[in-house]
């Protein structure tokens, strides 16, 4: 017979009772209304009580946006246990990105309606959402924008930026989630 190893045991008790920190608050994002792919208007409030991941892209994107909503797949494949889990790509393009566009590209990503909204709107209103909402880029015509995911709790607070490509960003946006989920409400 084994002595019992009472030192070992202890760590293990402490460590199942560690807590990870919490995530950091790094800003709110303002209610808002946009449209979605379907045509139908969107407002921001249907996502309290949620955990979101956004992002921006625009669908003519010969660079990283096919990349990023394939990741945008991945995360919703991922969470696909957690119904609680919403998933809102935001376009740069509107004047190209009708809502009928984005149902397409929607299609294109296997876009689960339920849980991932394609978004588009006045340019003005994507820009004000884009710069001083996510603080993450301008929605000035150009197409230039940033390629980090937005992790956002589910008091519209911002909870972590992803960058797309950075090595080991998809489990640690998914731990995140995760850790997310585990907060009271």
């Known amino acids: 017979m084994k002595p019992f190893d009472w030192p070992a045991c202890a760590l293990l008790l402490l460590s199942s009772c560690v807590r990870p920190a919490p995530l950091a608050v790094l800003g709110q994002v303002p209610e808002f209304q946009l449209t979605s792919q379907t045509g139908q208007p969107f407002d921001g409030k249907t996502l309290d009580g949620h955990i979101w991941v956004a992002d ?15 990741h945008m797949r991945q995360v919703q494949n991922s969470t696909a246990e957690m119904p609680d889990v919403r998933l809102v790509s935001i376009t740069v393009d509107p004047t190209h990105d009708t809502p009928a566009v984005l149902a397409e590209y929607a299609k294109h990503f296997k876009q689960d309606p339920a849980r991932w909204f394609f978004l588009t709107g006045d340019q003005a209103r994507l820009n004000d959402l884009g710069v001083n909402g996510f603080k993450l880029n301008s929605v000035d015509g150009s197409l230039t924008h940033s390629t980090r995911f ?36």
């Open 56 to 70: 921006f892209i625009y669908t003519t994107c010969t660079g990283p946006c096919p990349l990023m909503s394939a």
């Open 150 to 185: 937005v992790l956002v709790d589910r008091r519209r607070r911002i909870r972590g930026y992803y960058i797309a490509g950075e090595d080991g960003f998809m489990p640690k946006l998914l731990h995140d989630i995760r850790q997310l989920e585990r907060e009271p409400s």
